[in-house]
């Protein structure tokens, strides 16, 4: 059963500070990953993808991967209250499919 | 590019009712993808058309659900015999065979199965 893990959270961060989003999978395989947020009560919206390994950043975003530890993480820097959703983890299982972790919450204190 | 659209958005029904909803995707997508999605949990695959061809259901995808892509554009899902348990958010996602999985959701349909 191939996987995508992350906690769930919640995962409290102070305004200003650099919040950070972890997630796992299983298969080896693995070439496409995918960092979606979604609002409550909203659909997913892609922020970020990544294919190889080492950092990508976008803004105040930063994807980083690690294929041989199978681990894909997301840095928001400077935090603010409009990143309090849900960040979902998604990874390619094969050429035409992706699957999706459950999602960390992410509250930003004010 | 008007992004990925779902009708209805918002659905009510009394258990043992059909529901149909349809998705337009992004004009210039080939692939196009169902998931449903309650609360707490990520997107869960149900079905994914390329082109006009069903490629793959999930065995979460009861003999109850069907969903069709006639010409290779628009989707329509089609719940029958509705229960409770079908209650969820119904998304679709399309995106582009060359295009390395970029996957867009639409704004989703939440169905309410009473």
């Known amino acids: 059963q191939k996987e995508v893990e992350q906690n769930s959270g919640p995962l409290s961060v102070p305004e200003g500070a650099i919040a950070s989003l972890n997630c796992t999978y299983s298969d080896r395989v693995s070439q496409s990953f995918f960092w979606y947020r979604q609002y409550s009560g909203k659909s997913p919206e892609l922020i970020m993808s990544i294919y190889s390994n080492g950092d990508k950043e976008d803004g105040r975003f930063t994807a980083q991967l690690n294929k041989a530890s199978q681990y894909v993480s997301l840095l928001i820097r400077d935090s603010q209250p409009s990143d309090s959703a849900t960040y979902l983890c998604a990874v390619n299982v094969r050429d035409d499919k992706i699957i999706f972790g459950k999602g960390t919450r992410l509250h930003i204190l004010p | 590019d008007t992004g990925v659209s779902q009708d209805p958005r918002h659905k009510i029904t009394k258990r043992g009712q059909n529901v149909t909803f349809r998705c337009d995707p992004i004009?210039?997508?080939?692939?196009l993808y169902w998931y449903r999605q309650t609360l707490g949990q990520g997107p869960e695959f149900l079905t994914y058309f390329q082109n006009e061809a069903q490629l793959e259901k999930s065995r979460l995808l009861s003999d109850r659900f069907s969903a069709e892509r006639p010409k290779g554009s628009f989707s329509t899902l089609e719940i029958q015999r509705t229960e409770q348990g079908d209650s969820a958010m119904y998304l679709c996602a399309s995106s582009y065979s060359q295009g390395r999985e970029t996957q867009y959701f639409g704004p989703g349909t939440r169905l309410l199965v009473l």
């Open positions: 004009s210039e997508h080939n692939r």
